[in-house]
């Protein structure tokens, strides 16, 4: 999106809180009754109204009153003074001029989004034949009088998309969801600042991008008219967080355990401050990690068999010893290793019990012990498949070699069982 059209859309969503703030002139408020004055603040709290305004509206108002009142002292019945009422849009009709007139009534029903356009129209560069046909369409849509909102919004699509251009539409996708669009990225960029990401001098650029993100998202997936059902949106508001979210947002997400895809890279990222990664690292696994995703999503967009783990695998080890220096990686395979490492060591005690292997023996020190040799042996197969090298052959045989003798029995049995088994089925033949 052009940053001119983002800076637009921002200045969009400001202007509603102005308007909320809206003050009535202090003429107006010594020149007529409270009721009046409640009833013109109405309108100025929805739309900039200039005193003469204002002033026009409280006249009228005035003037209705006293012919209300007129009718009531001879004799008319109340249903029938409701005709110098009328409802607020043929009440300021004369008042208002046109696209101030579409600002109050969409004000009134943010849901209608023939009065966005209209509202819009500057922004939008309607040409007056479109206009005349939005306008044509509200008309319509007032008396069909549909309530529903997700109706309102199906029936307001079908009709604009066949009214404005396509470089119209989605102006008028992201004027709907620019508002909303705030917020969100309001809410990111209050996260983001917590955990302290982004330099005070790229601040503005960032919360930028965030916000074009946000915006694009929202405006493309129009949820409000659920423009695509629940799988689809699912699947296309993946995608588009993978081609596009900003890599702070990726980065804050992986940090605070929020939504990500697990793999070598967003592991680094989530021990960064163990791994002491510098600003470049951080982006290069940031940029690979966006990569392996992608790349795994087009693969089952193709054939979702197609199972390439071995491929993402070595897509993973090639990268990561690139980025990493020695002492990271070891770090960062230690990380990674440590909670499965303590499973398998659970899992190995368990067994043991089960042979009657156990007694005579210290739970906790026995854990530790096969934990730390199960990890070491994590560690050391991560290595080699990263690089098969003669010394990672060699590290990894000399972890296999320090097996705890406990393991060793348990080794000794499974091999037994198994060729017992074996020997059985080939009986069986």
């Given at each position: 999106m052009k940053p001119k059209m983002i800076k637009i859309l921002f200045l969009f969503c400001l202007s509603f809180p102005m308007v909320n703030q809206a003050q009535l002139s202090t003429k107006v408020i010594k020149s007529f009754p409270a009721h009046i004055i409640i009833k013109i603040y109405d309108v100025a709290s929805k739309i900039e109204l200039s005193e003469e305004n204002q002033l026009k509206i409280g006249k009228k108002l005035y003037t209705s009153d006293s012919l209300a009142n007129v009718s009531l002292a001879n004799g008319e019945s109340v249903s029938k003074i409701k005709k110098y009422y009328p409802p607020g849009k043929k009440f300021l009709i004369g008042?208002?001029?046109?696209?101030?007139?579409?600002?109050?009534?969409y004000e009134l029903d943010k849901k209608n989004r023939f009065l966005l356009a209209l509202k819009s129209s500057t922004i939008l560069h309607l040409e007056p034949q479109q206009t005349l046909e939005i306008r044509k369409q509200?008309?319509?849509?007032?008396?069909?009088k549909i309530t529903d909102y997700l109706?309102?919004?199906?029936?307001?699509n079908r009709k604009l998309d066949s009214i404005l251009s396509k470089k119209q539409y989605a102006s008028l996708m992201n004027l709907a969801y620019a508002d909303e669009s705030k917020k969100e990225t309001d809410n990111d960029w209050k996260n983001i600042q917590k955990l302290k990401l982004v330099p005070t001098k790229d601040s503005s650029r960032v919360?930028?991008?965030?916000?074009?993100?946000?915006l694009e998202k929202n405006s493309f997936l129009d949820s409000h008219s659920k423009k695509f059902d629940t799988k689809q949106s699912t699947e296309i508001k993946n995608l588009i967080v993978l081609e596009k979210q900003p890599p702070v947002?990726?980065?804050?997400?992986?940090?605070?355990?929020?939504i990500y895809k697990l793999n070598l890279f967003s592991i680094a990222i989530q021990y960064e401050k163990e791994l002491n990664l510098n600003p470049t690292q951080i982006d290069s696994l940031l940029s690979r990690y966006r990569e392996l995703e992608l790349m795994k999503y087009k693969d089952k967009e193709e054939n979702q068999l197609l199972k390439k783990t071995a491929t993402y695998t070595l897509y993973e080890n090639k990268a990561i010893v690139t980025i990493l220096d020695p002492k990271q990686l070891a770090i960062l395979l230690t990380n990674k290793n440590k909670k499965n490492a303590i499973q398998i060591a659970q899992e190995n005690w368990k067994e043991l019990e089960q042979q009657g292997l156990t007694n005579g023996y210290d739970k906790n020190s026995q854990l530790q012990e096969f934990a730390k040799y199960n990890l070491n042996f994590l560690v050391a197969s991560d290595r080699l498949k990263m690089n098969n090298n003669p010394i990672n052959m060699f590290k990894k045989r000399d972890v296999e070699l320090k097996k705890p003798?406990?393991?060793k029995q348990?080794?000794?049995i499974k091999r037994s069982e198994k060729y017992t088994k074996v020997a059985k089925n080939q009986l069986k033949w």
């Open positions: 008042i208002l001029k046109p696209e101030e007139l579409d600002t109050y009534l509200e008309k319509l849509l007032d008396s069909l109706q309102k919004h199906q029936f307001c919360y930028s991008q965030l916000y074009a993100y946000n947002l990726t980065r804050y997400n992986i940090l605070s355990n929020f003798e406990l393991l348990l080794d000794a």
